[in-house]
């Protein structure tokens, strides 16, 4: 089993640009989540999803969507960057209740 | 609503020394309780929870945390650290129902040396 992957691993964006992190996980868990981390704020709550063709929004959701066509994959999408969204983004999936990570992935907006 | 703090930002410590992580956290309903670890550049691993049961709990790499429902707090503690310690350590809740999320505290760094 991968587990939880993430792809890419980093990427650069300008100001304005879009782009879209894949989360892919091969546990058949219904929960997955996107967070994001920043130094010293810890991990925050972006967008999450309780099943296949469901998403809800977490504590900072603006600047991002997200879409869960098939229940292995979640998807997080910017349509137009900027620098607030450096950060590091984590996926993560759920069976119940605890949470299997991805590696992350570095995001640097200029 | 919820929010979890941790009291200490950065915790140094000398290997082979005790260490004890200070979370505290707040919430109306009963809550389940987590602990992960994260190395230099890599993604957050578990390290122990608890759910419901024995207040003390014990994880992986030799940790193990103490819920205290009346002081709402979930310590971890190692009685001797070792350098491969070092790391950067998340308390986390989550209200007891499947699949909601997980709220994190800001972190501490532990930073092991000999």
């Known amino acids: 089993n991968a587990g939880v992957t ?9 100001t304005g640009q879009s782009m879209t992190l894949l989360c892919a996980q091969d546990m058949n868990h219904e929960y997955m989540y996107w967070y994001r981390q920043d130094p010293g704020m810890g991990l925050r709550l972006i967008h999450y999803s309780v099943g296949e063709g469901t998403t809800a ?22 349509e ?8 590091v983004y984590f996926c993560a999936s759920s069976w119940k209740y605890e949470q299997y990570f991805g590696p992350g992935t570095r995001l640097t907006v200029t | 609503a919820q929010s979890v703090t941790q009291l200490d930002s950065q915790v140094p410590v000398f290997e082979e020394a005790p260490v004890e992580l ?3 956290y707040s919430s109306s309903v009963s809550v389940y ?40 707090s979930f310590h971890l503690r190692k009685p ?23 709220i994190f505290g800001k972190g501490t760094t532990l930073s092991v040396s000999s």
Do not use: M
Request: glycine letters at 8%; charged letters at 15%.
């Open chain 1, 6 to 14: 993430q792809t890419p691993k980093f990427r650069v964006l300008k």
């Open chain 1, 57 to 78: 929004k977490g504590e900072v959701p603006d600047g991002y969507n997200v879409s869960r066509l098939k229940k292995q994959n979640f998807l997080l999408g910017l």
């Open chain 1, 80 to 87: 137009s960057a900027a620098p607030s969204q450096t950060s």
């Open chain 2, 22 to 24: 200070r979370c505290n």
């Open chain 2, 33 to 72: 309780l987590f602990w992960y670890v994260q190395y230099p550049n890599q993604g957050l691993q578990l390290l122990l929870k608890y759910l419901s049961g024995s207040t003390l709990v014990k994880g992986i790499n030799g940790f193990e945390a103490e819920f205290n429902k009346s002081q709402t």
């Open chain 2, 80 to 102: 001797s650290v070792h350098i491969s310690d070092t790391a950067e350590y998340f308390c986390a809740v989550s209200f007891n129902q499947a699949g909601t999320a997980l």
